[in-house]
């Protein structure tokens, strides 16, 4: 789900989006997600949520139905910059959170591609000229089940990283640049 006119953070997601989506190995590249709590047992669960309209979220937890796909987080403060004097720019620090069944990609299943999936991400986020608003700079890559999904959740162990399921998170500072207002 796309705005037809986004701004700021919306806009950089959206051409990250449109980047993303140009891979036929991701069946859903997914906008922005939410953090949701779940409470049962008086026991709390956060889980990143993606808004689908009318007040409803869909869960982006690890699930054979979602396929292969990736969303984005973004984390607090954001940070106004200055670009020019009729540029201005916000950054913020974001996380790519992909998840995928390797075999869907790869028929050969005496290795692992995992290494090879990461490589085709990181390459189609270092294509140069693509995203006319938005920048992105790579700053470090998370495996670790805590690590990819950082939520309050018990389900997402190491289990969920064996053959044929892996996921990763790439963090990156995100840079919109806008417009000044009133020029």
Request: net charge negative.
């Amino acid at each position: 789900m796309t705005k037809d006119n986004p701004v700021l953070l919306d806009k950089g997601i959206q051409e990250l989006q449109t980047l993303l989506s140009e891979l036929t190995m991701l069946d859903s590249v997914y906008g922005r997600a939410h953090k949701r709590a779940l409470r049962n047992d008086n026991t709390e669960s956060t889980y990143p949520a993606l808004y689908t309209g009318a007040g409803e979220y869909m869960s982006l937890l690890p699930n054979d139905a979602l396929g292969n796909y990736c969303f984005v987080e973004i984390d607090d403060p954001q940070t106004s910059i200055a670009v020019s004097p009729s540029l201005m720019g916000l950054r913020v620090r974001a996380s790519l959170v992909v998840w995928f069944n390797v075999a869907t990609i790869y028929s050969d299943d005496t290795m692992l591609y995992t290494e090879e999936v990461k490589e085709i991400l990181l390459r189609q986020l270092f294509k140069r000229g693509v995203m006319k608003h938005t920048s992105i700079e790579v700053l470090t890559v998370h495996e670790k089940p805590e690590n990819v999904f950082r939520y309050n959740i018990r389900q997402i162990d190491d289990q969920y990283l064996l053959y044929p399921y892996h996921g990763f998170r790439i963090e990156f500072n995100l840079t919109v640049r806008e417009e000044c207002f009133g020029n």
